[in-house]
């Protein structure tokens, strides 16, 4: 059965850090480029930070809000992708999901099609 299962989420105090993790079963995650969005509560889901699959360079893009903060990378041996968030702001919380792409290129466009989401985890940024 293929599945994507997000974690790592949780409650942070502004300025401070979380590692978010997309594991991926029934299918290899390095074929695939993946991608992290994000829905705050009344908010459209947007786009956060896509990898490109092995393939595709394994090149990786942020949406502006999150440059210089937020790290995407792969783990291929777990079968896992990371974001890593630090600096995080009040608007940083919202519910992340990760995403598959088979095409292995990806995007932040929130209308395209992936072939896969996983279920979300909720990120909280609050003193």
């Given amino acids: ?12 105090q502004p300025g401070g850090s979380l590692r978010l993790s997309c594991a991926g079963s ?3 995650l390095d074929y695939y480029a993946i991608g992290w969005f994000r829905q705050a509560p009344g908010k459209e889901r947007e786009g956060v930070s896509v990898i490109s699959s092995s393939e595709g360079d394994g090149r990786t893009y942020y ?3 999150v440059k210089g903060r937020f790290t995407i990378s792969r783990d291929n041996a777990k079968n896992t992708v990371y974001l890593q968030m630090n600096s995080l702001k009040p608007e940083d ?3 992340y999901f990760c995403a ?3 095409s292995g290129i990806g995007t932040l466009n ?4 992936y072939d896969y989401w ?4 909720q990120v909280t940024v609050s003193s």
């Avoid at 059965?1 to 942070?12: A, H, N």
């Avoid at 996983?118 to 985890?121: F, I, N, P, V």
């Fill in 1 to 12: 059965q293929v599945q994507l299962v997000e974690s790592g989420g949780g409650l942070v």
């Fill in 26 to 28: 029934g299918f290899t």
């Fill in 63 to 65: 949406a502006d809000s």
């Fill in 93 to 95: 919380t919202a519910v």
């Fill in 100 to 102: 598959a792409d088979g």
């Fill in 110 to 113: 929130i209308g395209y099609e």
């Fill in 118 to 121: 996983g279920q979300g985890t």
